[in-house]
């Protein structure tokens, strides 16, 4: 293995990390210097033919169809009514709005499939109520955080898609086997905000009437329908995810255009291009992160590691351990789905 290649690219992605460069471009940045260290001219090109082969697969269609229900489903409102049915319903029980926040994220990551989309568009109109209600900042923040980390196992599941294309797995199957445990975390965080609340003294919102419940449930059953339709398409097998997330995109755009009328020929435009804004990052995330993997395996850095385990005795434990240590260390800089690829 090349050591000084290696620490080379280390130091050159830690440091464009700390100036502030895109996690993306670090990457491929970094990646693109250790394949020239290693191959000369003929590293550039194997980085360009990595980034080309990057984004020309079928599946990665769904990465940006995905991104853009999320921008439609923000910008339409849809998010923030399902909500309001949620905190109508659930208020008066301690802990109850941050039990709905905890659900509208469950629900939101059925049709967004990212985690930081989630917990920005449902921290932008719950965090006010669970402030207002004197719930603290570390707990209004870990709801929101821990909601919409949900984003990762809930099927669409924009990380479990590009796990899939790596791995060479069925992302049909990868969203079934993530269902489950979405569903129970959700449960679990559920449980753990009524017994922070039990804890310490937080108020009660005075509950919600018949009426009030009815109102909040005939605006926002539009924002309730878009979910079941993707969840129902996807399992039954109707569609793939690519053709589900199509689906839900333009389902989503149209209950925003003509059902709610937030969007409209005036800000189409706007929210088309925060769309397309943010599925170029997660793009470029993906093909700086296959340049760097590419690095790594040339220089054999992954045959090294699994050597070390295989051959230096470890144990099982200690591999999991080590393993946590390094995604942690990894997640002070980069997202999950940059840290999954790399």
Do not use: H
């Not at 990380?159 to 679990?188: D, H, K, N, T």
């Not at 088309?272 to 990052?281: D, G």
């Not at 993997?293 to 144990?315: S, Y």
């Not at 200690?318 to 690829?341: D, K, N, P, R, Y």
């Amino acid at each position: 293995m090349d050591i000084g290649s290696f620490i080379a690219v280390v130091i050159a992605l830690v440091v464009l990390l700390l100036l502030g460069a895109p996690v993306g471009i670090a990457m491929g940045a970094a990646g693109t210097l250790g394949l020239f260290l290693v191959s000369g001219t003929k590293g550039l090109g194997i980085a360009v033919q990595t980034a080309t082969g990057a984004v020309n697969n079928y599946i990665i269609l769904a990465v940006p169809l995905f991104v853009t229900m999320g921008v439609f489903l923000g910008r339409g409102g849809l998010g923030r009514r399902i909500f309001d049915i949620f905190n109508a319903f659930l208020r008066q029980i301690p802990g109850g709005v941050g039990v709905a926040t905890v659900l509208s994220c469950a629900v939101l990551s059925a049709m967004i499939g990212t985690s930081v989309a989630v917990a920005a568009m449902v921290g932008s109109f719950a965090l006010p109520n669970l402030r207002r209600l004197g719930y603290s900042l570390p707990l209004s923040m870990g709801i929101i955080a821990g909601g919409g980390a949900l984003g990762i196992l809930i099927p669409p599941s924009i990380p479990l898609i590009l796990y899939g294309v790596i791995a060479q797995e069925s992302v049909g199957r990868l969203f079934l086997s993530g269902f489950i445990p979405g569903i129970l975390a959700a449960g679990l965080f559920a449980i753990y905000v009524m017994f922070c609340v039990f804890r310490k003294k937080v108020l009660v919102d005075a509950p919600a009437s018949w009426s009030e419940r009815w109102k909040a449930l005939k605006e926002g059953y539009w924002g309730l329908l878009v979910p079941i339709f993707v969840m129902v398409t996807l399992y039954t097998g109707l569609a793939t995810p690519v053709e589900v997330a199509a689906l839900g995109c333009i389902l989503t755009l149209l209950v925003s255009w003509f059902v709610y009328r937030t969007i409209n020929g005036r800000n189409f435009m706007l929210v088309l291009r925060e769309a397309v804004s943010s599925s170029v990052m997660i793009l470029f995330i993906i093909v700086g992160a296959l340049v760097l993997a590419k690095f790594v395996t040339i220089i054999g850095l992954d045959r090294a590691v699994g050597n070390l385990f295989v051959t230096g005795g470890i144990p099982s434990w200690g591999f999991v351990l080590i393993t946590m240590l390094i995604i942690l260390a990894m997640g002070c800089f980069m997202e999950g789905a940059s840290i999954m690829l790399c």
